[in-house]
């Protein structure tokens, strides 16, 4: 393809925006990394008689020729593979420095029931948090983590947004993504497997060293939650945190203390802390 305007060209590009991907169902993953896990998944889910992970792959000469056994792979497994201009490629992203490779994916999420059918262990749950680079970087620390899902409630950004996609590097075609339920909906679904519901917040009475050294110990002071058993934990708004209704309907607030001298940690900090403590003192509890 040779002319950035396109119909089809245009048709990638809207796909920035939520609405386009709403009407249509599909997103945009772009760049190396995205697009070699997206063409792995979709494999996978070809040869296991699932629904296809990419439906279109784009990719300029350049990329082509560094990328070739990932073009293969896809064009193997039925997606379409089409070589573009840079200027095409450029006109379909909203990068300012496109790589050479984009994705067109269909939307697909997993719903409250999947993630309580697979008797979770580890789940993060992002409450209102609305920067997509923030969701795709706790989205990503999940995945690395070992946790067997990411929720987002309803308010939350939406993470098929192209640079939520981005920072996940990959990870949102690792693990299940369940969007869109209030949060009273999310603690009672994953309550009921068993799991515990830990919020995060700086001022919390609970300190986070503290649990993780009473699990290491196996001694639980009375009101401490065990990082041993299954967990769900809570993350809020970057600007506002969690308001007082996300705290009352957890089984315990946490703080990730500070030792130095800075105020506070961003959400995505603090979300990969507390994920690995849980995902830390849950291995040693199986060890």
């Avoid at 308010?155 to 949102?172: I, M």
């Amino acid at each position: 393809m040779t002319n950035p305007r396109a119909e089809r060209v245009r048709s990638v590009r809207a796909l920035s925006g939520r609405s386009a991907r709403q009407r249509s169902g599909r997103f945009v993953a772009e760049g190396p990394q995205p697009v070699r896990e997206a063409v792995a998944a979709h494999v996978a889910a070809v040869a296991a008689g699932r629904p296809a992970v990419v439906l279109d792959l784009y990719t300029t000469d350049d990329a082509a020729g560094r990328h070739a056994d990932l073009l293969l792979a896809a064009h193997g497994s039925g997606a379409r593979v089409t070589t573009v201009a840079d200027d095409v490629l450029a006109a379909m992203t909203d990068t300012v420095t496109p790589q050479g490779l984009l994705a067109v994916c269909p939307v697909r999420t997993a719903t409250l029931a999947d993630v309580a059918a697979s008797a979770p262990r580890l789940v993060a749950v992002l409450d209102h948090v609305a920067d997509p680079g923030n969701a795709g970087t706790v989205l990503r620390a999940a995945d690395a983590a070992g946790a067997d899902a990411v929720v987002l409630t309803a308010g939350s950004v939406d993470p098929f947004n192209p640079k939520c996609v981005r920072s996940t590097a990959g990870s949102l075609f690792h693990l299940p993504v369940v969007v869109g339920e209030p949060l009273a909906a999310v603690v009672a679904a994953l309550r009921a497997t068993g799991s515990a519901v830990l919020a995060a917040d700086g001022t919390a009475p609970l300190d986070l060293d503290d649990l993780a050294d009473a699990a290491a110990a196996g001694v639980l002071p009375a009101g401490v939650p065990d990082l041993r058993a299954p967990t769900a934990w809570v993350f809020g708004n970057e600007a506002a945190g969690l308001d007082e209704a996300a705290r009352a309907g957890a089984d315990a607030v946490v703080r990730v203390p500070l030792h130095g001298r800075a105020e506070s940690l961003n959400l995505a900090t603090a979300a990969v802390v507390c994920l690995y403590a849980s995902a830390r003192a849950q291995r040693r509890g199986r060890a």
